[in-house]
């Protein structure tokens, strides 16, 4: 076939190139992984316990088994996110800084700050709360021991 009648062909049929259909395959498997893997976060979620979150709440170190999933589903949120836009475009490799460069660097920066910050709130939170407990037994505790030290001390006295 000529290039002439090869383009009149394309004009008058439709025609989806193959990147696009498995790229489209590939978007449904994400789809479907992502929407999964929200179920499978939900059911952890509720069997772990943590379903009200509080100070008042003990936690077990086996509760942070959540994490991973949160990091599964960021990545399968990409993937799918990835696959969408290869429908219609061709994606940058990652060295040519396109898509597929600034969702992965924003995702590892996303997950190191809010790393940081919850570190950061848990220990400002412990810190002025354990402060805000000490200092309030500590006067509580040293004000009912003085009186009764006083009481017992002074009672002593006036025995002798």
Known sequence: MSKNKLKQHEELN????????YSFILFIIGLTLTIGMFYVIIDSWNFLGLESLGIETEYQLHDLMIIPLFIIQSILISFTVYSFVSIFK????YEEEGLIYYITWIILAGIFFGILAGILVGILAGIILGILVGTILGILSGTIWGILAGILVGISEEIK
């Open 14 to 21: 439709l025609h989806i190139p193959k990147r696009s259909f």
């Open 90 to 93: 061709k994606l940058k490799t």
